[in-house]
């Protein structure tokens, strides 16, 4: 699974959680080391902060999208917000976002926000 997120705390964070639920999280800091990364390596799910430095995870999901779009195939991308609003989640899944957990993200919510996206047997 991989994670885009730029603020070391909430990296920790992601990955105990990811780890308690059996998954192998790799953690970039920014939405471009986030592109490379998908470009070198398929993952079962995409966890995206929404504010990132040098690319922001709006940016990056329409630039994947698009890259799906010419080259096939889909990843399940799930946005995460620090600053969530009404109507965020339909803003985030016309963007092209399979799913949205607002933090701080909670057990629960990222258990049930992977199985939405992916299934229970995603890594």
Do not use: C
């Amino acid at each position: 699974m991989l994670v885009a997120e730029d603020n070391p705390v909430n990296q920790q964070v992601m990955q105990v959680m990811l780890a308690k639920l059996g998954h192998h999280a790799v953690l970039v800091d920014n939405g471009l080391q986030a592109l490379a990364r998908l470009q070198q390596e398929r993952f079962d799910v995409v966890m995206l902060d929404v504010t990132m430095p040098s690319m922001d995870g709006f940016q990056l999901l329409a630039r994947w999208r698009s890259h799906e779009r010419q080259h096939g195939g889909h990843t399940p991308i799930v946005m995460v917000t620090a600053h969530a609003m009404l109507g965020d989640e339909e803003k985030m899944r016309s963007a092209g976002a399979d799913g949205y957990v607002s933090k701080p993200v909670g057990l629960n919510a990222l258990t049930a926000v992977i199985h939405q996206v992916a299934g229970t047997g995603s890594k």
